[in-house]
């Protein structure tokens, strides 16, 4: 399957900052996912991302407190914005089963945000 | 909605054992069925992806089975090594959309 470069790996962040998560996959994917692992919990869906299309948002998350770019079919950003010790998680992007639903999907190596 | 429920939430072996990791989800309208490892504060790796229309898929020690119909998968993992400890995450896609939803996981330690 595809690799996706995910970085960065970990940052401490002050609260009230902001941090961008970057995502970078070896091939090009239509969709990319974007997904909130809290600690002790599993991951929970932020939002699609398509290319050139604004990013669909679950319920519960909110564009100006996570925006998304997607500007081509290999690359991806998501902004943690306005940061608090609530949004202290493990923040994972995804790949693969768009075209063909019965295609695995792969991960990035995840970002371990700690904020202070 | 879907739920994605994972038995034992936490299991401690000896080396060398079999055993077996429990997956239940609530609605068998899926597509397919991910398992997935994950070492701690690590990304996570797929291990094995059952189409809807299959019964199990195998790599290596690992095998995964699919009943679609009563909602459950099984992740047999043979003869057991310190190198299995990780978190099991089992995820289903449906057809609905394209996300993933998992459940919570399980946690296994192999010890020597």
């Known amino acids: 399957s595809a690799v996706i470069s995910q970085k960065p790996s970990r940052d401490i962040c002050q609260r009230g900052t902001s941090l961008t998560i970057q995502c970078q996959v070896d091939?090009?994917?239509?969709?990319m996912f974007w997904y909130r692992q809290q600690p002790g919990q599993s991951l929970t869906l932020i939002a699609t991302?398509?290319?050139?299309?604004?990013?669909?948002?679950e319920s519960g998350f909110v564009i100006d407190k996570f925006p998304i770019s997607r500007p081509n079919l290999t690359f991806s950003t998501l902004t943690v914005s306005n940061m608090s010790p609530e949004d202290s998680s493990i923040y994972l992007c995804s790949g693969g089963g768009d075209r063909d639903l019965n295609t695995e999907a792969f991960f990035g190596q995840g970002t371990r945000l700690t904020v202070v | 909605k879907q739920e994605v429920t994972q038995i034992p939430a936490a299991l401690s072996v000896p080396e060398g054992e079999n055993l077996v990791l429990n997956c239940s989800f609530t609605d068998s309208a899926i597509y397919n069925l991910q398992w997935f490892r994950q070492d701690p504060g690590k990304g996570l790796t797929s291990l094995l992806l059952?189409?809807?229309?299959?019964r199990e898929q195998t790599s290596g020690r690992l095998n995964a089975s699919l009943d679609k119909s009563s909602g459950r998968s099984t992740l047999y993992i043979a003869a057991s090594q310190p190198g299995d400890s990780a978190t099991y995450l089992c995820?289903?896609?449906?057809?609905?959309?394209?996300?993933?939803?998992f459940g919570k996981g399980t946690s296994l330690l192999v010890t020597p």
């Open positions: 995820a289903v896609r449906q057809g609905s959309g394209y996300a993933l939803n």
């Open positions: 991302a398509n290319q050139g299309s604004e990013a669909t948002y």
């Open positions: 059952i189409q809807s229309s299959q």
């Open positions: 091939s090009q994917v239509t969709m």
